[in-house]
């Protein structure tokens, strides 16, 4: 059974940085693919990034770019979300989703495995 769990959230002011990790488990081979995504309230679910466990290959949303890194350490299992430089706009429940098999798209139908979100909380 796949699992995963978000930490790292919290509240900060605007400019400030935050951290985010998903520990997965229950994969069979490391082919899988972990994408992050948030929800603010009122507003459309928005895939923000995502990586291939074997590759390393990543991606960003535009709204992201330049201030998010995503990385992963294959050996624990885990996927960091760096964030930098945080907006107010930003402030949502951010959950990490998995794939079995890393795909290039970062739609939330494309990911069969779910946390249970982290809130994130940035202060004007």
């Known amino acids: 059974e796949v699992q995963l769990v978000e930490s790292g959230g919290g509240l900060v002011q605007a400019g400030g940085s935050l951290r985010l990790s998903c520990a997965a488990s229950?994969?069979?081979?490391?082919?899988?693919?972990i994408g992050w995504f948030r929800q603010a309230p009122g507003k459309e679910r928005e895939g923000i990034s995502r990586?291939?466990?074997?590759?390393?290959?990543?991606y960003y949303a535009d709204s992201v770019k330049g201030r998010f890194t995503i990385s992963r350490a294959n050996a624990k299992n885990t996927v960091y979300l760096d964030m930098n430089n945080l907006r107010p706009e930003d402030t949502a429940v951010y959950y990490c989703?998995?794939?079995?098999?890393?795909?290039?798209?970062?739609?939330?139908?494309?990911?069969?495995?779910w946390g249970r979100g982290t809130q994130v909380t940035v202060s004007s």
């Open positions: 229950g994969f069979v081979t490391i082919d899988y693919g």
């Open positions: 990586i291939s466990m074997r590759e390393g290959h990543t």
């Open positions: 989703a998995g794939q079995d098999i890393a795909v290039t798209a970062l739609d939330d139908y494309e990911y069969d495995y």
